[in-house]
Every structure is written in structure tokens, then in C-alpha cells.
């Protein structure tokens, strides 16, 4: 398939995890793409991987959660593509803690990177977004935005709150024709999950060492095949933010492997 020939793509924390699996699966499908993220180190791992896509791929550092390095890196995107067709926010962090041990700050992290971060990206790509064709934004909320995760309070906050205002941007801007959706993703092994990602806007949950983990008993993929690839999510995104998808604003698709029936 070719769905994305001619399109041009930014994706956010494409440096490891879900967000590089989707920066090489747009790529795969004829995108030109951008792949964003804070890690250097990250960018330069997608680029070795895209192989003979690589003519289609630029990458650039950005931080989300930091205004100027956004406004910046966003620009850079747009003189690199000629325009902007289609958005991923798959940038994120995730903490783990006892909530009455969870400091002012560390909470405020979360929210600034997973909420503010994504609400900054799509606040400097509206404009080309506007000029762009069939144009598309890919949220990233989560499984723990409707469904308890527990040591995840700030995380699940901030994947709720992506979760609604996608809506409401789906809402404010449907005449203008961006659509947007999100993508919930369970039980999905990546960077994030496992602690392994290049990104530091990937980190591993670091559940406490006194976690009762008989409160993960539901947690697990009902499919019975142990936790998914990043692929798994990638090709929903891919969808979502294709003609495929054109039918399709203002919701959110669960991945989970039927973890959360």
C-alpha cells in the first residue's frame, strides 16, 4: 500500500517506542515524514532503520514540554516537508509512584510533557495543518485514561486530558478540515512500558518497589499472546490519519489486545 505518497507527516517521539514504529510504517507506505524527539540518539537509531525510505526522512530535536523548542522544531518540519498534511503526538513520558508520595513536580512533569507538550505541537502545526490536504492529527491518550492504573495517577490525568481535548479540537475544527482522533494503547511493549527506549521522553513506569501487583490481575491482553509490538499500534495510527480513516473524527480507538473489555 501507498496510502501515504504525497502526504507529509511530523511525528513527536519518533525516537523510540510507537512513535518511531509509526514514523517507519508512514515512511513504508510512501510518506515524507518528520521524526521528532528529544533524543538525538533516538532520531539517529529511526534514521538507521528507515534503510531505503531514509531519502524521505528528516529528523529534528524538539521537548515538547518547552515552547520554544516546539515553535522551532515545528518550522523546521514545515520548510523540510513544503507543508503538513498529517500530525502524530506520540511524545510522552510515564512516572510511577505512591500518590502521597508524588511531589508537586514530578506530577506537574507529566501533565507539562504528556498534556501541554501536545497541545503545543498542535498549536504551532494548526496553520499548516489548515493549508494541508486531508488533513489528520493522531493523539496519544491511553488505556489509563478510562480504566484504573494504579501507582499512575499523573500519567492517567494527562492521557484523560488529551483524551477530551481531542474532542473538542475534532469539534472546533471540523469545518476547517482537520480531523482528530486518538489512539489508546494497552498492554503494547515499547520504550515507555519497558524501560528501554532511547527517548527521554520514554521512560520505563519504575513501579514502586513495594507495588501490589495483584492490582494489575486485569492488566493483562486477553488474546493470549503477551504484550504487542509497537507495530500493532503503529497500523491503527497509520489508518486513523490516512483517506482510510476520512470518515472518522472526534473518538479514540482502544489497542489493548482486549485488555479492557
Known amino acids: 500500500m501507498n496510502r501515504y505518497e504525497g502526504r507529509r507527516a511530523l511525528i513527536t517521539g519518533a525516537g523510540s517506542g510507537i512513535g518511531q514504529a509509526t514514523a517507519l510504517r508512514l515512511l513504508a507506505e510512501g510518506g515524507t515524514v518528520v521524526a521528532a524527539d528529544v533524543s538525538e540518539r533516538g532520531l539517529k537509531d529511526t534514521a538507521g532503520k528507515a534503510g531505503a525510505h531514509a531519502d524521505r526522512l528528516t529528523t529534528v530535536v524538539v521537548d515538547v514540554a518547552d515552547e520554544t523548542s516546539v515553535r522551532e522544531g515545528v518550522a523546521a518540519a514545515g520548510a523540510a516537508l513544503g ?8 511524545a510522552g513520558i510515564l512516572r510511577s509512584s505512591h500518590t502521597h508520595e508524588t511531589s508537586l513536580q514530578e506530577f506537574t512533569r507529566v501533565l507539562q510533557v504528556n498534556l501541554v507538550g501536545t497541545f503545543l505541537v498542535i498549536r504551532a ?12 492529527v493522531v493523539n496519544f491518550s491511553s488505556t489509563s485514561a478510562e480504566f484504573a ?3 499512575m495517577a499523573a500519567y492517567a490525568a494527562s492521557k484523560g486530558g488529551i483524551q477530551s481535548m481531542t474532542h473538542a479540537l475534532a469539534a472546533e475544527y471540523a469545518k476547517q478540515g482537520i480531523r482528530f482522533t486518538a489512539v489508546q494503547p494497552g498492554s ?3 520504550g515507555m512500558t519497558d524501560g528501554s527506549g532511547a527517548s527521554g521522553q520514554s521512560a520505563g ?3 514502586p518497589e513495594d507495588a501490589d501487583m495483584s492490582l494489575f490481575a486485569k492488566l493483562s491482553p486477553a488474546l493470549g499472546q503477551g504484550f504487542a509490538a ?3 499500534v503503529a497500523s491503527v495510527v497509520a489508518m486513523l490519519a490516512s483517506r482510510d480513516g476520512r470518515f472518522i473524527t472526534g473518538t479514540e480507538v482502544r489497542v489493548d489486545g482486549g485488555t479492557h473489555f
Open 230 to 232: 509497537p507495530e500493532a
Open 83 to 90: 507543508g503538513l498534511d498529517v500530525l502524530v503526538n506520540a
Open 205 to 207: 513506569p519504575g513501579l
Open 149 to 151: 492504573h494504579p501507582y
Open 188 to 190: 503494547i511493549s515499547s
Open 125 to 136: 502545526c494548526i496553520p499548516a495543518l489548515r493549508a494541508g490536504r486531508d488533513a489528520a
